[in-house]
């Protein structure tokens, strides 16, 4: 049966990322998932679990080098780390099979574990510090899949073998009618909501939401998702921003489906970046207006179905917009999601597996 290696940038969650959203649409391969391990004083996951019928995750005894880690105790974690793959590899009968990277740091196993062929799996840009291991794993890769046509062109010095693999979505859980109020919208205050998918961090900025929120206090903000205590504290004072925190991802598309317009911001440490961010094609599935705060720098991924803006008063203008917008580009929306089903996205993957001989 065919064999593949996942080394993840994240750990399996319940709110599955890109790497799992793939990866569990492979079912014809045995996969085994190494994730990093936890902070310090979070408790380790059980070893070799079942997260799907044909996956089976383990977590990574110690964290990997940096790119700027050259001492002694960094290569013996990296040892460490090595020869813990290489026994679970032994102990699933692993031998030579596909190796799945998704980090530049994954670079560092190429001369030490043995595998038919490997994939980077470009989902972000990385910083430069990041540059010489990145360029190492994408000249090693037999294909290199990229989130943008920002992230090819950054790669393409290294590799003529790059593959455009967008964010996508499962457009089946946005198939229902019309969805009963889910915990989180509740007793909100306001006949007009606007809601956010995300973490709410010192990553984000927050000087458009606040300046809207501040301007238009009869409309209710919602952020869905984790939120830091400085981000949250930065909020305070605003009563129509409300922060859910986590919310289920059985109950998110009924969520989404409840607001009237969604939005997303900019992240600080993504300047200059085109990836289009897998809440974003969520959005698009749930047919409602967007509104987005992007950067001025990167041309607009879909100007026909983002209301997009630059700083906080051309996001009140963006949000105004797409309560006024055309009905009819709800269905585009929705097509649009269809064609960007993760299941398609998947296909790709294993259709070029097969072009290139890895499966």
């Given at each position: 049966m065919k064999?593949?290696?996942?080394?993840?940038?994240?750990?399996w969650r319940a709110r599955a990322n890109r790497t799992q959203q793939l990866l569990a649409r492979l079912g014809d391969a045995r996969v085994l998932f190494i994730e990093p391990p936890p902070p310090k004083g979070v408790p380790r996951p059980e070893q070799g679990r079942r997260v799907r019928e044909h996956i089976t995750a383990y977590t990574l005894p110690v964290p990997l080098p940096g790119p700027r880690e050259q001492s002694l105790f960094a290569r013996r974690r990296l040892d460490r780390a090595a020869d813990f793959l290489q026994k679970t590899m032994a102990k699933h009968r692993f031998q030579e099979p596909v190796l799945w990277c998704t980090a530049p740091v994954h670079a560092q196993f190429l001369d030490r574990l043995a595998y038919r062929g490997a994939v980077y799996d470009c989902h972000r840009y990385w910083d430069e510090s990041f540059l010489e291991l990145e360029s190492d794993l994408t000249r090693h890769a037999e294909v290199v899949f990229a989130a943008s046509f920002g992230l090819i062109r950054r790669l393409s010095p290294c590799s003529d073998n790059i593959a455009l693999l967008p964010n996508g979505v499962n457009p089946l859980l946005f198939a229902q009618g019309e969805p009963p109020v889910p915990p989180a919208l509740q007793n909100l205050?306001?006949?007009?909501?606007?809601?956010?998918?995300?973490?709410?961090?010192?990553?984000?900025?927050?000087?458009?939401l606040l300046y809207a929120a501040h301007r238009r206090p009869e409309w209710t903000f919602v952020l869905m998702g984790r939120a830091t205590k400085p981000a949250a504290q930065q909020l305070q004072g605003q009563d129509n921003i409300i922060l859910t925190g986590p919310v289920n991802s059985l109950d998110l598309p009924d969520c989404l489906c409840r607001c009237d317009v969604l939005f997303d911001l900019a992240r600080l440490d993504r300047r200059d970046s085109d990836v289009v961010p897998a809440a974003i094609y969520e959005y698009?599935?749930?047919?409602?207006p967007v509104a987005a705060v992007t950067d001025p720098n990167v041309p607009d991924p879909y100007p026909q179905l983002i209301h997009s803006a630059y700083d906080g008063?051309?996001?009140?203008?963006?949000?105004?917009?797409?309560?006024?917008?055309?009905?009819?580009?709800?269905?585009?929306?929705?097509?649009?999601?269809?064609?960007?089903s993760w299941a398609e996205r998947a296909a790709q993957v294993a259709s070029i597996f097969e072009a290139v001989g890895l499966f």
């Open positions: 064999q593949l290696l996942c080394l993840s940038y994240a750990p205050p306001g006949r007009v909501i606007l809601g956010r998918v995300g973490a709410v961090t010192g990553k984000v900025d927050l000087e458009p698009f599935a749930a047919g409602k008063a051309g996001f009140l203008r963006a949000c105004r917009d797409a309560l006024d917008e055309d009905p009819s580009l709800s269905a585009q929306r929705r097509a649009f999601a269809q064609q960007s």
